[in-house]
T-cell receptor
Framework: EADIYQTPRYLVIGTGKKITLECSQTMGHDKMYWYQQDPGMELHLIHY???????EKGDLSSESTVSRIRTEHFPLTLESARPSHTSQYLC?????????FGPGTRLTVL | KNQVEQSPQSLIILEGKNCTLQ??????????LRWYKQDTGRGPVSLTIMTFSENTKSNGRYTATLDADTKQSSLHITASQLSDSASYICVVSDRGSTLGRLYFGRGTQLTVWP
């Protein structure tokens, strides 16, 4: 089983709040990813990183930002949450062909 | 446009029965195809991965096939169990970028009834 962790697992917050979703992996993987997934829909890549101090936007436009100060951490931040941000956020890491996914954070913005 | 289409969208079977899930893709240039199992509220977990030269891969009761010529793949589940209830996602990777771009299907939601 992959050693990739996400916290919190569930989060319900009010509109306008700033939130940070944590993702950490203990496998030493250089590449890390954030995906957004709505029920019954495919995963959409919103951010990725090749390594420390490297971050890029994915295919799906997102108001969130990410940082990669350490290899093992790849947090995602929403400065001002809105109901449209309600979704499941999945973090993943890889060294090559295989991507390992975390358990996800289910975010609900009221 | 690179796409991955899965069918059926949902499927209900009785425990102990077999089933086959389908995946068609248009991703090019093709690198590999994976099948993931995603339990409700969890992240996807890899079941199989196949490259261009492989046409079948097994993982316990899961057997995946790949026809790179017709760009089709299937996932066959034998002797289904209640724990097989999950979404099964087909993911295709291209080899046209250093990122190893992944294209996700929407998944087939499988429900196994006792």
């Amino acid at each position: 089983e992959a050693d990739i962790y996400q916290t919190p697992r569930y989060l319900v917050i009010g509109t306008g709040k700033k939130i940070t979703l944590e993702c950490s992996q203990t496998m030493g993987h250089d590449k890390m990813y954030w995906y957004q997934q709505d029920p019954g829909m495919e995963l959409h890549l919103i951010h990725y990183s090749y390594g420390v101090n490297s971050t890029e936007k994915g295919d799906l436009s997102s108001e969130s930002t990410v940082s990669r100060i350490r290899t093992e951490h790849f947090p995602l931040t929403l400065e001002s949450a809105r109901p449209s941000h309600t979704s499941q956020y999945l973090c993943a890491s890889s060294t090559g062909n295989e991507q390992f996914f975390g358990p996800g954070t289910r975010l609900t913005v009221l | 446009k690179n796409q991955v289409e899965q069918s059926p969208q949902s499927l209900i079977i009785l425990e102990g029965k077999n089933c086959t899930l389908q995946c068609n893709y248009t991703v090019s240039p093709f690198s590999n195809l994976r099948w993931y199992k995603q339990d409700t509220g969890r992240g996807p977990v890899s079941l199989t991965i196949m490259t261009f030269s492989e046409n079948t891969k097994s993982n316990g009761r899961y057997t995946a096939t790949l026809d790179a010529d017709t760009k089709q793949s299937s996932l066959h589940i034998t002797a289904s169990q209640l724990s097989d209830s999950a979404s099964y996602i087909c993911v295709v990777s291209d080899r046209g970028s250093t990122l190893g771009r992944l294209y996700f299907g929407r998944g087939t939601q499988l429900t196994v009834w006792p």
